[in-house]
């Protein structure tokens, strides 16, 4: 049970000996947007009408394009500082510096900083709708703090992508209502959703070490998240238990320790990169 | 070569702001690769124009959406339209600050847009609330200029549209998202 101490990065952590917690944290976001927009990706021609299907892939095209930013940027810390740091995440072959394709393609798992929520699989569409939410959701109230950040650099990124998860959060929250006050069937579909994430969300309000440096309000998210989530839960008629101390939280996804999911998205993800190295679009 | 040289010939005798409206002058022809009946210009990414001492040429660029992936052609269009006037030394950078919106689009830019078929975007109103089933702004069709229309999706073929129907005349229609 580790419901409310903060996370440590373990000692072992192999990539990044003496990171600046701001380059972790940039990870963190990179890694989270990255995984989730690969599996909303995976929808692609499998949504239940064509307009969905659109929806779905245009949110997974903004998450793509987040997770590019904190990759470019990242991969400019990493070259600017320290030799031990940027001998730990390997560059592309025959490129001299870290760049946003060697930190997503040739990094692995125990590397990878995302949070769990994001690399479950999809199930079925009330599961991706109310992982969406949730995610945007956090999302939403992050990048408000974000744009208050003293990093220039953050606060360009977050100014931009909020108009794009503002969206998001209305896009997959009319779904979550349209499930949750449909038919017996929608409803049933989404407290089965419901349920299986339910130990999933905690994550995200345990800071990391790297979070707490980067000076996140966890429990100003936390709070915002839960009343957001149970405005939404009521008028979609669905129960919300979200608070119950009593829940178990799985954590790790943000130091390196994932589900067993993560390592199939990377073999697909990766595939490309580390059967033919330098390829390039 | 006759380009080139004619260029390298007048920048001789030019002052640096003459330079750059000739620069202006190539960019504004470049089209939108998603919907090439309106030009970059008229889109409103196109942010500044650098001269640098050396005669290197920087164009500022931002993406209307984050993840927007015609954010590459657009780069190497400009390059090749100035490449191809003899221009050389031509950088493309790309910011994210200040944030894109649709208000940068030019009038004539929506207007080209209404007459393609996709109403173009309302002024901006406040987007960034994740209030549900807000209402949304009245879009007025752009074949039958009705505004008796209905939302059928938040999302379109590109990150910046949205479905839309005319209840007066039925036919669908994209419109161009205010954000
Ligand atoms: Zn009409």
């Given at each position: 049970m580790n419901t409310n101490s903060s996370i440590t990065t373990p000692d072992f952590m192999p990539q990044t000996p003496n990171p600046q917690p701001l380059t972790l944290y940039l990870l963190h976001l990179a890694d989270s947007t990255l995984i989730l927009s690969h599996r909303n990706s995976e929808w692609c021609g499998h949504a239940p009408i064509l307009e969905q299907d659109i929806a779905l892939t245009n949110i997974a095209l903004d998450l793509l394009g987040q997770a590019r930013n904190f990759y470019q940027y990242a991969a400019e810390l990493i070259n600017q500082n320290s030799n031990n740091e940027r001998s730990k995440v390997p560059p592309l072959e025959g490129f001299r510096e870290a760049t946003e394709d060697s930190l997503a393609y040739l990094r692995i798992e125990n590397e990878y900083k995302n949070l769990l929520l994001t690399e479950l699989p999809n199930e079925d569409w009330a599961h991706t709708i109310l992982r969406q939410f949730y995610f945007s959701t956090f999302q939403f109230y992050l990048f408000q703090q974000l744009q208050q950040n003293n990093d220039e650099h953050i606060v360009a990124i977050a100014a931009k992508a909020i108009k794009e998860i503002s969206y998001h959060v209305r896009w997959s929250g009319e779904w979550v209502v349209r499930l949750g006050d449909g038919t017996t069937e929608s409803h049933n579909k989404m407290l089965k959703a419901i349920d299986t994430l339910k130990n999933y969300t905690g994550e995200m309000f345990i800071a990391a070490d790297y979070e707490t440096a980067m000076n996140i309000d966890i429990d100003l998210l936390k709070n915002q998240w839960n009343k957001k989530v149970k405005q939404v839960f009521e008028e979609a008629t669905l129960p919300y238990?979200?608070?119950?101390?009593?829940t178990f939280h799985q954590t790790g996804g943000k130091i390196g320790t994932h589900t067993e999911y993560l390592g199939y998205i990377l073999t697909e993800m990766q595939y490309l990169q580390r059967t033919y190295p330098n390829s390039i679009w | 070569m006759q380009n080139e040289y004619q260029h390298t010939t007048s920048f001789k005798v030019s002052p640096l702001e003459e330079f750059k409206e000739a620069i202006w002058k190539v960019i504004e022809t470049v089209p939108d690769p998603e919907i090439p009946v309106i030009t970059l210009k008229d889109l409103g990414v196109i942010r500044d124009i650098k001269v640098s001492d050396d005669n290197a040429i920087e164009v500022i660029i931002t993406p209307t959406y984050i993840g927007c992936p015609a954010m590459d052609v657009m780069s190497m269009s400009i390059e090749q339209a100035l490449t191809e006037q003899g221009y050389k030394n031509v950088k493309i950078t790309k910011v994210l600050s200040p944030a894109w919106t649709t208000d940068w689009m030019s009038e004539e830019g929506k207007k080209k847009l209404k007459e393609y078929g996709i109403a173009p975007p309302n002024q901006k109103q406040i987007v960034c609330t994740p209030d549900l089933f807000q209402q949304e702004e009245v879009v007025q069709c752009p074949r039958c200029d009705s505004y008796h229309t209905k939302m059928i999706s938040r999302f379109g073929s590109t990150p910046c549209k949205a479905l839309y129907q005319c209840n007066t005349c039925h036919e669908p229609f994209e419109y161009f998202k205010c954000h």
């Open positions: 238990s979200l608070e119950d101390e009593t | -």
